[in-house]
């Protein structure tokens, strides 16, 4: 066939299913292609090239035996450092969790292994997830396959590049103020959020468990719904999970990408688009809102006050969570241990802050003193609880908002990819890039950002967020194909056609 690595999902299902192909021949090829350009991209932190052809085997087996464990059965994949991956390294993006091996899958990970998907290795990180341009991982940054000297986004910048790199088709990322669908936006790729509980959070090492979730990372909006469909759903194993059925999501993307939006009524949020927003970014947002009108939605505005708070309440929430959550990496059970210099007998406090001192980033560090300050007894009604408030308000103008919409519409992140090294010095500046994801987070709801087009000022990808009620995921596939074919159709094809050929690129 023609190069596999430039399939999308869809299409190398087909092509397995009619013989066309082997999974050993797919999976072959995409680890050929890591090998050639991952040493600029850096995506993966591992590659288990082993594991992924021994898989790829065992679907060639059950594809001659006619007993395909699911459609996409043979079907490469990627997954973030994040989720514990039996035999294989997780390391989150830290050193101090450098080598450890987990002896269990999570839930989304055996899931894939159950449907048939080899796993081509671990992509890279920011550090426990905290970040915005996989720049804060331990083991060096990301780089954006459309400019190797800009970020990927974060912090699931591995898993968005190595899909926007044509290294994996498929990949699994988490999202936690916008970690799927920010990387989607600055790299062209399709990012996917589910409902707070709609998929698995078991085995997925914590950064914030009232935030964090998993979902998709691909290059069309019918390839994450085929991907969501296999990870998602109620998992015993999970307190959080929710016990219900999936929507039909690929039932929905391929209404959606017939392209009729009658009756459909799109709300864009006032507090999510002008000021702050570059220019090319919110000139591509306007284009893709009259194309949806074109196909017969209704455009509405709508008003949420609340969210323009909602990046300082997510910043109390997140880091008092995750203080709480790292202080299990004490250097006692697993992970990193460093001893004092200068201390013959160290007392088990004086390792566990050798250890942390020497394993966690600085970005690390400066969360879990914010988190243990918001939650510290003379200050936690002042700010801790004060955030969990606003949280409740931003849940109810999410509720009053779809009184008025099926779905709510913002550009995804505020600019394009900017430079290595260009905020990495100043976190309130990167914390920025999270304006119009958060929210969806605080929330629970589901969220999908679509490629939307290349800002005149760089050339570089924008994103159109599409955001919908908790559990009604097939929303955003529906609206999210309908862009998609419609932006395809004034682009001339897919926006990753275009980017540079990274054959002998130099980060």
């Known amino acids: ?51 992924a052809l021994a898989a790829a085997r065992a679907s060639d087996e059950r594809r001659a035996a006619g007993t395909p464990a699911s459609v996409l059965d043979g079907v490469p994949i990627a997954v973030k450092d994040v989720l514990a991956t039996e035999g294989l390294p997780t390391t989150c993006g830290s050193r101090i969790l450098e080598g450890w091996v987990p002896p269990y899958d999570a839930t989304v990970v055996a899931r894939l292994r159950q449907a048939g998907l080899p796993i081509l290795g671990k992509t890279n990180m920011d550090e426990f997830a905290m970040g915005s341009s996989t720049e804060h991982s331990a083991y060096g940054p990301t780089h954006n396959p459309w400019d190797l000297s800009r970020i990927p986004g974060g912090s699931g910048g591995g898993s968005a590049a190595a899909v926007a790199a044509f290294e994996a088709p498929l990949a699994i990322g988490t999202d936690t103020g916008g970690s799927i669908r920010q990387p989607g ?11 707070y509980g709609g998929v698995s959070r078991y085995g997925l090492v914590s950064l914030a468990n009232s935030l964090d979730q998993a979902g998709p990372v691909t290059r069309t909006v019918l390839d994450a719904a085929l991907l969501h469909e296999v990870v998602g759903g109620h998992d015993p194993l999970d307190s959080t999970s929710i016990d219900q059925p999936l929507p039909a999501l690929v039932e929905a993307a391929r209404q959606g990408a017939s392209g009729d939006l009658s009756g459909v009524r799109l709300g864009v949020v006032k507090e999510l688009t002008g000021e702050g927003y570059q220019a090319g970014v919110q000139q591509r947002f306007d284009e893709a ?70 394993g966690f980033g600085d970005e690390v560090k400066r969360r879990i003193i914010l988190g243990t300050y918001a939650l510290s007894s003379g200050y936690y009604d002042a700010y801790y609880g004060q955030a969990q408030k606003v949280r409740t308000l931003v849940g109810r103008d999410f509720a009053t908002a779809f009184e008025k ?33 958060i929210p969806a987070n605080l ?60 054959a002998g690129a130099s980060a």
């Not at 050639?36 to 932190?45: C, E, T």
């Not at 936006?185 to 409902?195: E, I, L, N």
């Not at 709510?408 to 260009?422: C, D, M, R, V």
């Not at 939307?452 to 599409?466: F, H, I, K, R, Y």
């Open 1 to 51: 066939m023609s190069d596999p690595t430039r399939r999308t999902a869809a299409e190398l299902a087909d092509a397995l299913a009619s013989g066309e192909t082997s999974s050993v021949e797919l999976t072959r090829a995409h680890l050929d292609r890591i090998a050639a350009v991952d040493g600029d991209v850096h995506a993966f932190l591992q590659v288990d090239a082993e594991g």
């Open 185 to 195: 936006a600055v790299t062209g790729t399709v990012g996917v959020k589910p409902t």
């Open 289 to 358: 809102v009259q194309l949806l009108v074109g196909a017969g939605a209704e455009v509405v505005e709508v008003s949420c006050p609340t969210f323009v708070h909602a990046l300082a309440t997510y910043y109390l929430i997140l880091p008092a969570e995750a203080s709480s959550n790292l202080a299990r990496f004490d250097a006692m059970r697993y992970g990193l241990r460093v001893y004092p210099d200068g201390v013959d007998a160290p007392s088990a406090e004086e390792v566990m802050r050798a250890t942390r001192d020497v």
């Open 405 to 437: 919409a099926d779905v709510l519409l913002s550009p995804t992140a505020p600019t394009t990819a900017f430079k290595i090294g260009e905020k990495v010095d100043d976190p309130l500046a990167m914390y920025l890039n999270d304006l119009a994801t």
């Open 443 to 502: 929330a629970g709801v589901p969220g999908i950002s679509v490629p939307s087009g290349l800002a005149d000022e760089d050339g570089l990808p924008t994103g159109l967020q599409v955001l919908a009620p908790a559990t009604a995921d097939d929303r955003v596939y529906r609206i999210g194909a309908a862009a998609e074919r419609l932006l395809l159709e004034k682009w001339g094809g897919p926006l990753l056609d275009r980017a540079p050929d990274l």
